[in-house]
């Protein structure tokens, strides 16, 4: 699929939204320069890292066995 082709899907997609707060999140997601997918410098990146394995090394985790289990009732 090319640009074209992906852009005109996308926007099939959102014209066919009729919900405001559905627009609003995708619209949230689109404009924000934070969240999950923002950008950040190798710092950030390598702090991250670090703030994650030390949540592992105190046993702030969810095991798969638990995320399964709370999965079900989702």
Known sequence: MNIVEL????????????DRSTLEVLNKLLSSDKGPFAKMSLKEYNDAIEKSLQQIKEGEFVSVEDLEKESDIW
């Open 7 to 18: 852009q005109l899907k996308l926007h099939q997609a959102i014209d066919s939204i009729t």
